[in-house]
């Protein structure tokens, strides 16, 4: 059985509310699911201590198991300092869209024109 650590969204529209769950991989997101490990509130803000709550002792449990946090819970569990880092690479977020390029290169099209005059 492949196991995941990972969200479950709950609260109403437009106010989410996620609870940090240990589950089999088939399950649905919000399906049925093992043992909640914790919870995670994006509304508060990113210094409150409520932020993200979780059962480290269970989170352990579970990750020597076998079970694979996703992508973001395996951000939380970094910050909390239970996985080390891992670098991250995404070259094409830097660089700019088509329309920002244009503005960019009219801007220094105009910056250019008093200074050589």
Avoid: C
């Avoid at 910050?79 to 977020?93: C, D, L, M, Q």
């Avoid at 088509?98 to 503005?103: G, H, Q, T, V």
Wanted: aromatic share 6%.
């Amino acid at each position: 059985m492949a196991m995941k650590i990972r969200l479950a969204r709950g609260g109403s529209k437009k106010r989410p509310f996620y609870a940090i769950v240990a589950t089999d991989s088939r399950m649905p997101r919000d399906g049925r699911f093992l043992e909640k490990l914790g919870t995670y509130n994006p509304l508060l803000a990113k210094d409150d201590e409520k932020r993200v709550v979780m059962n480290m002792e269970r989170v352990n449990h579970w990750l020597a198991q076998g079970a694979q946090p996703t992508d973001r819970v395996a951000r939380f569990l970094e910050a909390a300092g239970a996985r080390p880092k891992t670098e991250r690479s995404n070259p094409k977020s830097a660089v700019p869209g088509k329309a920002m390029a244009e503005r960019a290169a009219k801007k220094a099209a105009r910056a250019a024109e008093p200074a050589s005059e």
